[in-house]
């Protein structure tokens, strides 16, 4: 969430770059800054009466030896009726402060200043584009009847076993995912993330750390009787390592990656565009954390970008990079990046990876914060991204990579497939 410090220092420049994410942040802020008007008068007025009852029970003390009984009860009278006051200040106190936390909770993060304004997704700004674009027949097969014909991925059988949206991956397609993920880890692990493998379920606190909570609730799979969520993304898990950690400055960079199957419930989705892997509620994706000073995370943006590229390039991918405009980014974002591939049969654009800063956001909410060499103690950035998340990417490797003879295995997988054509 934002520090309340940075709406107390220009609240009018923060309304004006919450308006670039379409969020009218008028009244919010100024109800925000009201409350802490309020707060900071019960605090002065609890720390005053803090102050007098120290004095006071010294002063009875002092009455006692004099003998002074008679005068030593009327200041124990006032002291319990200081100590009345104050419980009930605290009380006054301590609902301010939960007001505030609960508004500050509601408000995005603030875009930075390259992010493009627009509220909706043709806004969106292609930065930079490559790759060979696949030259195929018009007839050429979507990856649902490509995954027929080979049986490489049943849709009906996992519809059977649990719904619409959770597929089964059969002989080379499962083995095709098992590479892509062992590919993707060692990318990562030469790139210097260091791997972790994480739970795939989180509590209550770890979606509020990264900002699934209380924003997509109705998005993600609730297990109610523990109370506990199907992670969305690896991105939950793996940042919140970092929750009520304080790093030293040496420290960092953290550099982390992640396998994890990903659950999302995708309330909404519906038509063409949902059809075979475009949009699952089970999915498997590779995922890349960073935790960086602040000064640093905007190289270190550019450097998830250069290594999200490679992955495409080494895959024979056509690829473009879309700078998202303020309506379509995250809640919790501040500046995101989607890579998409084309899809030859569709003949469309594929999400496959969002590459994100979000500043100081979620480290406030997970007070994620590095100790510096003058010992100072201040707020990391963090950032994601995807690298990559599997169903699209299979979908545009089966269909650019068709011919006659059947589907032709990227080079830099067969390694790990163990067979170089799907027939």
């Keep these: 969430m934002l520090t309340l410090q940075t709406i107390k220092n220009d609240p009018e420049f923060v309304i004006r770059r919450?308006?670039?994410?379409?969020?009218?942040?008028?009244?919010?802020?100024?109800?925000?800054?009201?409350?802490?008007?309020?707060?900071?008068?019960?605090q002065q007025r609890t720390e005053a009466d803090a102050s007098r009852l120290k004095k006071l029970a010294a002063s009875i003390g002092a009455l006692m030896k004099q003998g002074k009984k008679e005068e030593a009860e009327e200041v124990k009278a006032e002291v319990a009726r200081i100590k009345g006051d104050t419980a009930g200040l605290q009380d006054r106190l301590a609902d301010c402060e939960r007001k505030q936390t609960e508004l500050?909770?509601?408000?995005?993060?603030?875009?930075?200043?390259?992010?493009?304004?627009?509220?909706?997704?043709?806004?969106?700004?292609?930065?930079?584009?490559?790759?060979?674009?696949?030259?195929?027949?018009?007839?050429?097969?979507?990856?649902?009847?490509?995954?027929?014909?080979?049986?490489?991925?049943?849709?009906?059988?996992g519809v059977k076993v649990t719904g619409a949206g959770f597929p089964f991956y059969i002989g080379k397609g499962a083995r095709l995912q098992r590479a892509l993920i062992q590919f993707f880890l060692d990318e990562a692990s030469k790139a210097g993330y260091v791997e972790v493998e994480p739970p795939f379920v989180v509590n209550a606190a770890s979606g509020y750390g990264t900002g699934q909570l209380p924003d997509k609730?109705?998005?993600?799979?609730?297990?109610?009787?523990?109370?506990?969520?199907?992670?969305?993304?690896?991105?939950?898990?793996?940042?919140?390592?970092?929750?009520?950690?304080?790093?030293?400055?040496?420290?960092?960079?953290?550099?982390?990656c992640a396998?994890?199957?990903?659950?999302?419930?995708?309330?909404?989705?519906?038509?063409?565009?949902?059809r075979g892997l475009n949009r699952l509620h089970q999915f498997d994706k590779v995922e890349i954390v960073r935790i960086e000073k602040p000064e640093n995370s905007y190289a270190a943006l550019e450097e998830m970008k250069d290594h999200v590229q490679g992955l495409l390039e080494k895959l024979g991918l056509p690829w473009h990079i879309l700078r998202l405009c303020g309506g379509d980014m995250s809640f919790t974002s501040a500046i995101t990046f989607d890579f998409e591939v084309w899809s030859a049969a569709q003949k469309r654009w594929l999400e496959v990876s969002s590459v994100s800063n979000f500043e100081a956001y979620q480290a406030n909410r997970l007070k994620c914060r590095y100790r510096g060499a003058d010992k100072k103690i201040q707020l990391c950035h963090t950032l994601n991204g995807s690298a990559l998340a599997l169903p699209r990417i299979v979908a545009a490797l089966l269909e650019n990579n068709q011919t006659p003879e059947g589907i032709v295995v990227p080079e830099c997988l067969r390694r790990y497939t163990g067979f170089d054509i799907i027939n």
């Design 18 to 42: 919450l308006a670039v994410k379409g969020f009218d942040g008028r009244a919010i802020i100024s109800e925000i800054l009201e409350i802490d008007a309020e707060r900071r008068k019960l």
């Design 104 to 157: 500050l909770l509601t408000v995005p993060n603030l875009p930075c200043a390259d992010v493009p304004e627009g509220l909706t997704a043709a806004e969106n700004v292609v930065e930079k584009e490559g790759g060979p674009m696949p030259d195929l027949p018009e007839d050429a097969l979507p990856h649902w009847d490509l995954a027929k014909k080979y049986n490489l991925i049943d849709f009906e059988l």
């Design 217 to 256: 609730e109705g998005q993600m799979y609730h297990v109610t009787l523990d109370d506990l969520y199907l992670i969305p993304t690896a991105e939950v898990p793996v940042t919140n390592i970092y929750r009520d950690v304080i790093i030293p400055e040496n420290q960092l960079p953290r550099k982390n």
């Design 259 to 274: 396998y994890s199957p990903c659950w999302r419930r995708e309330a909404g989705s519906y038509g063409k565009d949902v």
